[in-house]
DNA sequence: TCTGGGGTCCTGTTCCGC
DNA sequence: TCTGGCGGAACAGGACCC
């Protein structure tokens, strides 16, 4: 088996904040936007400690912890933090599969000595970097993802196939990525609330459920099967702006004019990656939370804001929402195929 | 208690052409 | 000529992830 580690730095945003303010080392520290609509990024462990978590509304926070040290994001800065981690794990391994700022899957196949190869790695980033972060390794994805989870922070967890099964079979099934809040929901409801009851239950039952896809999907992640192949470069398939509103919006020329100015930011971005796309998408939000998306494929890839403004603005005039607007977005997508990619080796597409 | 922003992927439906 | 089946593309929505 050639096994795949997960790298997971502990509380990324936090931990950078600590590293630029070590006077707040010790306290509890909340990384989130100030405005009334704003969310939890990231809570320090001693903030967690009060039940504080991500994606948590600010003001519950507060409430949970009033005494937490409130910090405005600084994106520049972990982006910063991020590179600097990530050199330092491709000097230890060759194929790295990059998933957002703070983790990463490595593939060990090629060290003699995986284990103490991550011990070694993750020294190096303490020392040259002040983060700490945990380490999963297993034959798999899903293996090494949750056994780096298990301990945090600073864990260091091995396990095989079975010894995963056999550690989390109590657990729910929540705790395997890909299954979330909602597939937990529909799982209890057949009485399914273990990852042992998940990986044991006939798969027919799940298959009337979930479908043919999803339900099988289901079973093979409880029994923590997955690909051990990982993908070392990827290509986005889409680019968005979004703003909710501190305070909810009627009024459609205002609404306009937000949509020209996302578009605006969208398609400087566009441009200056020499990217255009076919599909122009409008998000809407409303006051009762309802989510609505609206799409357009333009006869010629675009990324020229005037003609993305047009078209989501006629995609919200035809929509015209009912109720006042909490957020708005703008999308665009089915970009002209990129050049071929020499890196791109997991990418090729089923026949 | 009142829910961010930026993404990916999957599913079901509808439409259209063959 | 009419009809049905089929497959692909487009579209909307939802679940999920960091």
Redesign the pocket.
Known sequence: MAPIAHL?IDA?YASVELLRRPELRGLPVIVS?S?????V?TASYEARRFGVG??M?T??AR?LCPDAVLVA?DFAAYGAASKEVMALVREAVDRVEV?????AYLDLAELVAPRAAMRRLVNAIREKTGLECSIGIGPNRLVA?VAS?AEKPRGFVCLTREQACARFAGHSP?L???????????LEEMGITTLRALASVPVQALVAR?????GP?LQRRARFEASARL?TS????????????DYDISDSAQLEEILGD?AG??CE?LAKQDRRG??V?IKV?LS??????????IPLPTNDAQVVTQVARE?LRE?APARPV??L?V?V??FQTAPADPDADQLALPL
């Open positions: 997971d990324f936007g405005g009334p609509r704003a969310v990024t991500s994606a509304p003001s519950r409430r994001p998933v957002g700022m703070d983790e993802k989870d929540g395997v990525p890909g299954i979330g809040p909602k597939t937990v929901e529909r979930f479908g043919a896809n999803h999907d993908t990827r290509v986005a398939v889409s680019e968005s702006r979004e703003t909710t509103f996302l930011q969208l971005r076919r599909n998408a939000r009762d939370f309802t989510t609505v998306t609206r799409a357009r494929m995609l929509y909490r957020l977005g999308r997508a089915s």
